[in-house]
């Protein structure tokens, strides 16, 4: 009875509560282009994650940073940052790749309107057209940017043993430091490969390097075909938007609160450097795949009706070599396509994690501005957010939608600024991970950052795009697969069970609490065994046909709702 009437529950609330004010939105980029010139779109900061080489292959991460330096949106309007938690010397040094590999990869994409723009995701196509007319010309290109991908592949692979041999020739015959050294003949400032204090994952200072400065206002166009340059690109912008590495410091000491912890020293860290008034995030295995994703959301932001007022916009996650039957569940359609995009008629979808375009003082724990009453408020919330005068000060600049991106310049002082913001002791005492920035202490530190900002008042929106704006990789083994679901469904209950969350809606309630569903189903399992256990204490009764047409009338109903649902989310049977 219980088990019933827990379905009968979750069936209201995950299928029905959400959807009585279904609405659909979809993004105009033509509007968009009319009433926003190139000149005043706002600026973005891009910040993408990730830990250790190895677990988190560098080629991936690469080609995300790639498809982000090559993305449709003005070059001097947006910034990416990779946020490397283990302060690995590979990661820097395949930076320092990228950003070479770029000045072709970029104006390549560009002169020929190439899509996807992640090179592996490009090259591995099996059919390939030429949208930018030119054939004969593109076939050369292509070509000879395929070759140089080819080489910049085999310079990201070889680069552990590249360090690791550049180290091991450092290191001969001293006097016992087994250093990692960087090309320049210094020791590496973060882990090395043979761990030491100070210079271990979880033990070493906190840096930030710029890779590619802040590009110029004006185009500025390329040359035609030479020995150093061999496409001809006379007519392309060769400029490249800001690229930013950040390790934040890490000491045993302090929690270092995984994901949320370093998105948290991102975010502040980018408030120094380019403080862009909106700001998107991808794991280290999301590209863009449509290189006008950063413009879709923007549809929504800039939106007179509202835009003002949202938080967040979601778009959907679409994955990469998923097996056909997808069975592990990876694509989750109904959940991304159907039951997030019905959430648009309350306060909008919860946060994802990934693909997310968030308003900067959203995250700064500030209200709404139709609940604010705009710089007392502004003024009053920064002295909350930690003690460093040049952040303090980059509040209100960072809340200003018109605002340009200013190039600053990064001395020792500045530099020194910068350190500060990233250290752990940063936020000793302040309010950072709870009403402050991403939330800490929970698995699933997206749902729970997306309830907070839903109870200070904010709204979100759901919106997809064809082609998809990002795709990425799911787990394609069963115990990964598990580990995360496992993961999900304890941080869901976490956030259940913390009460520090104030849920808006009673539809939201279903995000925290559809693990307990599981424990139920388990019972029913065993249900048809019972008997082995006893005979007396279990009696099934034998269905009466009353409850048997009762039956089939629900569950045939329930399977036409769900075909309309279907239809409406756009959808096929098989997803
Ligand atoms: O200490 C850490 C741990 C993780 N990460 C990054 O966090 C991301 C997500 O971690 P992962 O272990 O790959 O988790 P997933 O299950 O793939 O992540 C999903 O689930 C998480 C929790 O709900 C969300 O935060 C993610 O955005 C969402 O992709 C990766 O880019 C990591 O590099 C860090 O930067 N530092
Ligand atoms: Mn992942």
Sequence with gaps: ?????????????????????????????????????????????????????VDEPVMYTVNTILSILAADYPIDKYASYLSDDDGSLVHYEAMI???????????????HCIEPRSPENYFRMKTRSCVGGMAGEFMSDHRCVRKEYGEFKVRIDSLSTTV??????????????????MADGTQWAGAWIEQADNHRRGQHTGIVQVMLGYPSCKPQLGSSANTKNPIDLSNIDKRLPMLVYISREKHPGYDNQK???????????????????????FDWDHYINNSQALRDPMCFMLDPRGGQNTAFVQLPQRFDDVDLTDRYSNHNRVFFDGTMLSLNGLQGTTYLGIGTMFHRVALYGMEPPRYRAESIK???????????????????????????????????????????????????????????????????????????IHWQGWRSMYCSMEPAAFRGMAPINLTDRLYQVLRWSGGSLEVFFSRSIDLQRIAY????????????????????????????????QRPFDMYIMYLVAAIAMMHVIGMFELKWAGITLLD
């Design 259 to 281: 994901k949320a912890g370093a998105m948290n020293v991102m975010l502040r860290v980018s408030a120094l450097l380019s403080n862009a008034p909106f700001v998107i995030n």
């Design 509 to 540: 309630l279903n995000m925290s609490i559809y693990p307990i569903a599981t424990m139920f189903v388990l019972a029913y399992s065993f249900f048809p065994v019972m008997w082995l256990f006893s005979e007396q204490s279990y009696y099934i």
């Design 378 to 452: 502004l003024v009053r919330k920064a002295a909350e957010l930690g003690n460093s005068t040049q952040f303090l000060n980059s509040i209100p600049d960072g809340a200003i939608q018109e605002r340009y991106i200013t190039p600053v310049l990064v001395d020792e002082g500045f530099s020194n600024d910068i350190t500060t913001l990233m250290t752990c002791a940063y936020e000793d005492g302040s309010p950072w991970g709870r009403v402050i920035g991403w939330v800490y202490n929970i698995a699933t530190e997206d749902v729970v950052t997306g309830f907070r």
């Design 1 to 53: 009875m219980v088990a019933d009437a827990w379905f009968g529950f979750s069936w209201l609330l995950n299928n029905q509560l959400p959807k009585l004010n279904p609405i659909k939105r979809v993004p105009d980029l033509a509007a968009l282009a009319e009433r926003h010139s190139e000149a005043i779109l706002p600026g973005i900061d891009d910040f993408v994650m990730t830990i250790n080489p």
């Design 97 to 111: 790749h990228v950003a070479h590999f770029a000045a072709l990869w970029v104006p390549f994409c560009r002169k």
């Design 164 to 181: 690791r041999r550049r180290s091991d020739a450092y290191n001969k015959g001293d006097d016992g430091v087994h250093a990692t050294w």
